[in-house]
């Protein structure tokens, strides 16, 4: 079992197939945790505790029946955990994390409506990028999703936003948002995206590139030698939403200077002035 701590927030966690289980390895690990912490005159509180199995949707057991405990408190098993502001379930879909985001992103819009009477602009932008967006983009390296009605739905938000300010209500949704310096949210993430990659294959974060990334460098004297991402042979269905693999064909894609910014701000620079949009799978270029 390994041990992830965060401030006051505790993970232990196991990778395991089903004939390899062995739950009294976690229990340990659990009862050694909990000896540490009396050590330490640290509470553990049982009711913020739960056990989450992840595992493929097309397997069918479920590991976690067996029960686990902390000074002898049974943990109870929860189809999904909040782990540092994310809503994470059983199979990493992270479909209720964004119902739930909607849902917050959707009621501070309201609210924001039903208290201000002004409808300029200036103050629209400010309320929506202050109060909103940090709500629908928070981690979203994490959650960012591929499937286009949810990006429509997180779209969606901006766009009924926008459409509220009457002198611009006329206009598409693209040139709304020209005219209030703003970017489709889905183009928002897919930069956040290539920053994080950036990040990491240069080092800039605790995560081992050699981990995720497979580097492919073709021969010299190919018309383009510079290396690029590579799925790994294990690559399947269920791993193309995933960060380490969703925009993998947009980061090969980049300038080869881009990709080989000096710098971290250097790369953010360069890559505004470029055009993605042809990555984008939602309907941010809809009229309305």
């Not at 089903?18 to 049982?46: E, K, P, T, V, Y």
């Not at 405990?69 to 540092?84: A, Y």
């Not at 269905?237 to 980061?251: A, G, I, N, P, V």
Request: aromatic share 12%.
């Amino acid at each position: 079992a390994k041990l992830k701590l965060f401030a006051d927030d505790v993970k232990l966690y196991s990778s395991f197939n089903a004939s390899g289980f062995n739950c009294g390895d976690l229990q340990s690990s659990l009862d050694r945790l909990s000896s540490w912490a009396q050590s330490w005159q640290l509470c553990i509180n049982i009711s913020k505790c739960s056990v989450l199995s992840i595992h493929h949707k097309s397997k069918s057991y479920m590991p976690t029946s067996q029960p686990f405990f902390i000074n002898g408190s049974q943990l109870t098993n929860s189809p999904f955990v909040t782990d540092l502001g994310v809503l994470v379930d059983s199979g990493l879909s992270f479909n209720s994390h964004i119902s739930n985001i909607l849902t917050k992103a959707t009621q501070r819009s309201g609210v924001f409506f039903r208290g201000f009477s002004s409808r300029h602009p200036t103050l629209i932008k400010k309320a929506f990028v202050t109060y909103i967006r940090p709500t629908l983009e928070f981690n979203s390296n994490i959650w960012n999703p591929t499937k286009k009605y949810l990006i429509d739905k997180l779209e969606n938000i901006q766009r009924r936003f926008t459409k509220k300010v009457p002198s611009l209500s006329q206009l598409s949704y693209l040139d709304r948002l020209r005219v209030l310096d703003l970017e489709p949210l889905e183009l928002r993430r897919l930069k956040f995206d290539l920053i994080q990659y950036f990040k990491v294959l240069n080092n800039l974060t605790c995560i081992e590139p050699d981990s995720y990334f497979h580097l492919h460098y073709p021969p010299s004297s190919s018309r383009n030698p510079a290396p690029f991402l590579q799925k790994s042979s294990n690559f399947n269905k269920s791993l193309q939403s995933t960060f380490f693999f969703r925009y993998l064909d947009c980061w090969n894609a980049l300038p080869v200077n881009v990709k080989q910014s000096s710098s971290l701000t250097s790369f953010k620079r360069q890559i505004k002035s470029l055009d993605l949009n042809k990555y984008l799978k939602g309907s941010a270029t809809d009229v309305n």
